[in-house]
């Protein structure tokens, strides 16, 4: 069920956070990963990757993810050896507490060397966060500036979202931008500082058509 931020309400204060991270988001792009790792319960192994762009809050997934499970988190396959991810995934089967390796792309695009490896890698379910929708770009921008300790209005990310590259990227290079932007000028982060920064810096088009609002959210 949404909150009054339209944020869905998650287990284990998975929408708070943790106390260096802003809240989890969840939307259409990361909503089937979410619900898996609600649900280790229903793996078929005991071990899953999780892929999806850089900045789309899937490190702060694997905390709260460890935080609920005691399960191991592995935050990038190439941080430890292909040894060590191989005693791990074997420590999962054996103990029954889950294993979440966190990467860039699925085991299938990874070059490794050990065979016993690659053969186990290719059974492991792989969860996938897509680029963020409509509904959790606006809720991520509002999150970030938040972080910031910035008040925004609500026309804020309803009048950049249309406009901006729909990327986990481009949100925090927006965010970074506007940040700067009202420090050096002195002044609130309202429509016409969003124009004169953004314009300036290529970061939006506003010959976009305006999209639909937000609608339902999934529930996870």
């Not at 929708?133 to 921008?141: F, M, N, S, V």
């Given at each position: 069920?949404?909150?009054?931020?339209?944020?869905?309400?998650?287990?284990?204060?998975?929408?708070?956070g943790?106390?260096n991270d802003?809240?989890l988001?969840?939307?259409?792009?990361?909503?089937?990963?979410?619900?898996?790792?609600r649900?280790?319960?229903?793996?078929p192994?005991?071990?899953a990757?999780?892929?999806?762009?850089?900045?789309?809050?899937?490190?702060l997934?694997?905390?709260?993810?460890?935080?609920?499970?005691?399960g191991?988190v592995?935050d990038?396959?190439?941080?430890?050896?292909?040894?060590?991810?191989f005693?791990a995934?074997n420590?999962?089967?054996?103990?029954?507490t889950?294993?979440?390796?966190i990467a860039?792309a699925p085991?299938?695009e990874?070059?490794?060397?050990l065979?016993?490896?690659?053969?186990?890698?290719?059974?492991?379910?792989v969860l996938?966060?897509?680029?963020?929708?409509d509904?959790?770009a606006?809720d991520?921008i509002e999150?970030?500036?938040?972080?910031?300790?910035?008040?925004?209005?609500?026309?804020?990310?309803?009048?950049?979202?249309?406009?901006m590259?729909r990327?986990?990227?481009?949100i925090?290079r927006i965010?970074?931008?506007?940040?700067?932007?009202?420090?050096?000028k002195?002044?609130?982060?309202?429509?016409?500082?969003?124009?004169?920064?953004?314009?300036?810096?290529?970061l939006?088009?506003?010959d976009?058509?305006?999209?639909?609002?937000?609608?339902?959210?999934?529930?996870?």
């Amino acid at each position: 069920m949404a909150g009054p931020s339209g944020q869905i309400a998650l287990p284990l204060d998975w929408s708070a956070g943790g106390a260096n991270d802003g809240p989890l988001i969840v939307g259409a792009s990361n909503a089937d990963a979410v619900r898996y790792l609600r649900h280790v319960a229903t793996w078929p192994v005991r071990t899953a990757v999780l892929t999806g762009p850089r900045g789309s809050g899937r490190s702060l997934m694997g905390r709260l993810f460890a935080a609920e499970t005691g399960g191991r988190v592995i935050d990038g396959p190439a941080s430890v050896s292909e040894e060590e991810i191989f005693h791990a995934w074997n420590a999962a089967q054996s103990s029954g507490t889950p294993l979440l390796i966190i990467a860039d792309a699925p085991p299938a695009e990874w070059n490794i060397a050990l065979p016993d490896l690659r053969s186990r890698l290719a059974a492991v379910p792989v969860l996938t966060i897509g680029e963020p929708d409509d509904c959790l770009a606006r809720d991520l921008i509002e999150a970030l500036f938040a972080q910031r300790g910035i008040a925004i209005a609500p026309e804020v990310p309803s009048y950049i979202v249309p406009r901006m590259e729909r990327s986990y990227a481009m949100i925090h290079r927006i965010v970074a931008a506007l940040d700067a932007a009202s420090l050096e000028k002195g002044r609130g982060i309202g429509i016409r500082l969003i124009r004169e920064t953004l314009l300036s810096q290529g970061l939006i088009d506003p010959d976009l058509l305006e999209r639909e609002s937000c609608s339902n959210r999934p529930e996870v």
